[in-house]
T-cell receptor
Framework: GEDVEQSLFLSVREGDSSVINCTYTDSSSTYLYWYKQEPGAGLQLLTY?????DMKQDQRLTVLLNKKDKHLSLRIADTQTGDSAIYFCAENSAGGSQGNLIFGKGTKLSVKP | DAGVTQSPTHLIKTRGQQVTLRCSPKSGHDTVSWYQQALGQGPQFIFQYYEEEERQRGNFPDRFSGHQFPNYSSELNVNALLLGDSALYLC??????????FGQGTRLTVV
């Protein structure tokens, strides 16, 4: 079945780079996403990547996709305390339209000053 | 642009009661999806509405139903509430294209 897995916790120091990893199972997913959730809030779309791309960069964010291994990563350069949040990886399910997403359990990023 | 708005923000209900949650999509979006996020978990897809019809449904019982209005806003109804229905309910809006935007959610507590 469809499944998205992420490590649950990551701790980094302010100014370092953070790398959050994700594996997924549905090889027919068209898009893969990264969302950010701060305490008590909804989900903020950070970025997404089309499945035929290897990399996408958007300011401090770099997404790498290894389709062969079904591995997705999010790199945050120069991590700030404001980046502390839970980060969710998601794929759109086979046959699903945009908005029908399968999420991982989230990675809690803690940034120490 | 107000983005995706949901109401109410918090709600407390008793077991067995019924609840209605509301969502207004982002301007220009015609598709609304609903998700349930239990504490410490990722969101789980409930269903999606497009052109006032349920287009796709996740693995949720019939106690969960919805509606979409001509102005694209949507409601999620849950009947016969169980303690396990306590969660953050998220609405996402989208249109043709890859982006789906979420509201701030409604925190439902069932006691």
């Amino acid at each position: 079945g469809e499944d998205v897995e992420q490590s649950l916790f990551l701790s980094v120091r302010e100014g370092d780079s953070s790398v959050i990893n994700c594996t997924y199972t549905d090889s027919s997913s068209t898009y893969l996403y990264w969302y950010k959730q701060e305490p008590g809030a909804g989900l903020q779309l950070l970025t997404y990547i089309f499945s035929n791309m290897d990399m996408k960069q958007d300011q401090r964010l770099t997404v790498l996709l290894n389709k062969k291994d079904k591995h997705l990563s999010l790199r945050i350069a120069d991590t700030q305390t404001g980046d502390s949040a839970i980060y969710f990886c998601a794929e759109n399910s086979a046959g699903g339209s945009q908005g029908n997403l399968i999420f991982g359990k989230g990675t809690k990023l803690s940034v120490k000053p | 642009d107000a983005g995706v708005t949901q109401s109410p923000t918090h709600l407390i209900k008793t077991r067995g009661q019924q609840v209605t949650l509301r969502c207004s999509p982002k301007s220009g979006h015609d598709t609304v999806s609903w998700y349930q996020q239990a504490l410490g978990q990722g969101p789980q897809f409930i269903f999606q509405y497009y052109e006032e019809e349920e287009r796709q449904r996740g693995n949720f019982p019939d106690r969960f139903s919805g509606h979409q209005f001509p102005n694209y806003s949507s409601e999620l109804n849950v009947n016969a509430l169980l303690l396990g229905d306590s969660a953050l309910y998220l609405c996402a809006s989208s249109r043709e294209g890859p982006e789906a935007f979420f509201g701030q959610g409604t925190r439902l507590t069932v006691v």
